[in-house]
């Protein structure tokens, strides 16, 4: 929304993106590829950085990453979601699992939190960016059109 200054939040974004990346790469090669094995590492760095970091903080969503990291741990049964995360993003796992059904069950229950994280942007002042009035500003140019007649036609009763 160019008007409330809101973007995809970068850090979420990406981790979506590799999510993806490593998906295809499942499917182009197979689970057990040491490229494959390299991404899901990569993966469980950034879970574990989002854990830490709280990207939905920013957007008032914290109680949407808890919701992850409780669905996670649901899925896994691990009883802490830095495990949780490391264990559903590990090769063993999705092995055991099914990679095309955690897939599926990441792309219908987890993904759809993830996307609704988004960043706002701030002005210099640290208040974050709303351009609400523009909006508005057709309204206004149309009104002060129909004033500037009226005030026009008010003129020339008044001289004659």
């Given at each position: 929304d160019p008007i409330k200054g809101i973007?995809?939040?970068p850090e979420t974004e990406n981790y979506l993106e590799r999510i993806e990346a490593i998906e295809a790469?499942?499917?182009?090669?197979e689970l057990r590829s040491p490229a494959v094995e390299s991404e899901l590492k990569n993966l469980r760095q950034l879970s574990l950085q989002i854990i830490e970091d709280n990207p939905f903080a920013v957007a008032n969503k914290s109680s949407t990453l808890e919701k992850i990291k409780n669905e996670i741990r649901q899925r896994t049964g691990k009883p802490n979601a830095r495990e949780a995360f490391s264990t559903f993003w590990s090769q063993a796992?999705?092995?055991n699992a099914g990679w095309q059904q955690e897939f599926d069950f990441w792309n219908r229950q987890i993904r759809p939190f993830i996307q609704a994280n988004y960043y706002r942007e701030i002005d210099r002042f640290g208040r974050f960016i709303d351009r609400f009035w523009l909006l508005d500003l057709p309204l206004l140019s149309s009104l002060l059109s129909i004033f500037g007649r009226e005030f026009s036609r008010l003129n020339v009763a008044i001289e004659n």
């Open positions: 973007k995809p939040q790469k499942i499917t182009a090669d796992y999705l092995e």
